[in-house]
């Protein structure tokens, strides 16, 4: 079992600044360890700058699309702008950090049923190996939010112990951040 946490990101000021802080080369294994899902690559980034400045206009497209909508059913989900997980696995764990990326990317894939873009950036500059997803609030196809329910947590849980323990990773008992 990993331990897990969720914040809804609010601002779109502070989603680019978490943006920015989840890519940091400096724990990500110079950028080796990030990836994504339904994002729009149009550039051939090589540096930290420009996949931060691409991702937050990934993001910020479908903020201009979702504010576009004519009906407004889910307008008390407006300023939920993104969902930032973190994944904390223990140090005991006999897992490579490009295990522990898959097992992040499988449960964001489960968790959001493949419906809405992601960036996940596994962090190794602590005692410990973590996965910080952010996932954006809404789907870019039907353009409606996530919403995040009195169940989710758990669902996430599950989820998440179910790829981890397919790995072999070991239960945590307390959090390590």
Known sequence: MVVTKHFATHGKKYRRRLIKYILNPD???????????GMSNYLDFHSHAEM???????????DKLYESR?????????TIHAHHLIQSFSPEDDLTPQEIHEIGRKTILELTGGQH????????????????IIFNSTNSVT???FRWQKGTKKSLENISDKYADLAGAKILKERLW
Do not use: P
């Not at 724990?27 to 899902?37: A, E, G, I, P, W």
């Open 27 to 37: 724990k990500t294994d110079n950028l080796k360890l990030v990836s994504d899902f």
């Open 52 to 62: 931060v400045e691409m991702y937050n206009v990934n993001f910020s497209n479908n």
């Open 70 to 78: 004519n009906d407004r059913q889910e307008k008390h989900q407006q």
């Open 117 to 132: 873009e992601f960036v996940i950036a596994t962090h190794m500059d602590k005692g410990h190996i973590h996965n910080h």
């Open 143 to 145: 353009l409606k939010k």
